[in-house]
Each structure stands twice: as C-alpha cells, then as structure tokens.
T-cell receptor, first 115, second 115 residues
Framework: DAGVIQSPRHEVTEMGQEVTLRCKPISGHNSLFWYRQTMMRGLELLIYFNNNVPIDDSGMPEDRFSAKMPNASFSTLKIQPSEPRDSAVYFC?????????????FGSGTRLTVV | KQEVTQIPAALSVPEGENLVLNCSFTDSAIYNLQWFRQDPGKGLTSLLLIQSSQREQTSGRLNASLDKSSGRSTLYIAASQPGDSATYLCAVRSVNTGANSKLTFGKGITLSVRP
C-alpha cells in the first residue's frame, strides 16, 4: 500500500484566497483524521470521519474551515478565506477502527504558507 | 479531558548512550498508546503501538513500556546513534466515545544524538 497520500506537499497562497488540501487514506481504513501542527500548539485534531461521516469537528477553528469526505478514498480540507495565522503543516491520518485497537498512519503533510 | 505531557522538550546525548523518553497522561482510561518519530519537515512515522492490556512492545533497539494505572509510558532507545536524532511524540487513544475515539498528542521530545 502507498500509505496515506496528501497533496499538495507545499502550498503558498495570498491572504483571502481559497485553499483546498487533499487526502487519500489507506485502502480499507474506515476512519480519517485531519490534524494541524504548529510550533506553538503542537498537533491539534481538527476533524475526524468514520465511514465517511464527520464524527467530531470540535477542533475546526472557525467557519472558514470545512472538510468533506465524499467517499471512502478521498477527503478534502478547505479554508476560505485563508489568513496568515492558518500557516501550519496539515496532516491527514487514517485508521482501521476496531474499538480503538488500531494505530494511526499519517501522511507526509501539506505545508501551508499564507502571505 | 485527556492531557499528554512529555518532559523535557529537548534532549542531547552522546552517541552510544542508552536513553529513556518519558510520557505521562492524565486519564488512565485508554485503548492504546502510540509512539511516533518525526524528522524535521517530515510526517509522523509510527514506531510502537501498545494496547492497554499490554505492558511493553519492542522493535529493534526500541522498547516502549506502559503503566496505565499511573498514567506513564517510556520509550527506551538502546545504543543511540546520530540517525536517531528526531522528535519523538507520544499519543494516547482515550476511551470516551466508544470505538471512534481520537488520539491526543504530547508536544514531543526533540532528541539530538552527538557523534
């Protein structure tokens, strides 16, 4: 398996622009997680899906952030409009849920810079 | 609310030394605990996963232990090498909403192994 695939690897955008981050989880995994990592706050869970359904989006910072999972093999995280404070590394992870027994596999991340 | 602490934030040791990285968590009701490695500018690589019923897991020069009742885990690295230099993150999967529980991360320990 190719692992969790994220795109793009790097994104530089101007403030106010829309940004879309993409994730392809490991085939067969039924849960997907979006995390954000900054120096100040470390890794923060933004949202997670189970069987394509959003379970907990309490970590989504503002209405400017939205996430979708239209099918088991694809998810997007969108920021509209983007702001400089959104600059961070965004990770996607997937897991095969089995009453919490399984570990997470992370993608390589998308480094977002908003100028 | 689960909180995960890793102290110290950074550690520098000479090559060849055996070392222990500590992780503590506040809520002992967990499914499992996972140790990750993160190289600068890279994603997270899973090192070891310990289920709540287990006491330790080993992989090569790495050994992770878990004392759930006291809320502690340690990652033991034998005969450290410069290639072990990275940030090591501890994460716990708490028992809160059933199977679809989320992972809570510590801030990580940045290890530097001097040649």
């Amino acid at each position: 398996d190719a692992g969790v695939i994220q795109s793009p690897r790097h994104e530089v955008t101007e403030m106010g622009q829309e940004v879309t981050l993409r994730c392809k989880p490991i085939s067969g995994h039924n849960s997907l997680f979006w995390y954000r990592q900054t120096m100040m706050r470390g890794l923060e869970l933004l949202i997670y899906f189970n069987n394509n359904v959003p379970i907990d989006d309490s970590g989504m910072p503002e209405d400017r952030f939205s996430a979708k999972m239209p099918n088991a093999s694809f998810s997007t995280l969108k920021i509209q409009p983007s702001e400089p404070r959104d600059s961070a590394v965004y990770f996607c992870a997937s897991s095969l849920e089995g009453w919490g027994r399984d570990g997470y596999t992370f993608g390589s991340g998308t480094r977002l810079t908003v100028v | 609310k689960q909180e995960v602490t890793q102290i110290p934030a950074a550690l520098s040791v000479p090559e060849g030394e055996n070392l222990v990285l500590n992780c503590s968590f506040t809520d002992s009701a967990i499914y499992n605990l996972q140790w990750f490695r993160q190289d600068p500018g890279k994603g997270l690589t899973s090192l070891l996963l310990i289920q709540s019923s287990q006491r330790e897991q080993t992989s090569g020069r790495l050994n992770a232990s878990l004392d759930k009742s006291s809320g502690r885990s340690t990652l033991y690295i034998a005969a450290s090498q410069p290639g072990d230099s990275a940030t090591y993150l501890c994460a716990v999967r708490s028992v809160n909403t059933g199977a679809n529980s989320k992972l809570t991360f510590g801030k990580g320990i940045t290890l530097s192994v001097r040649p």
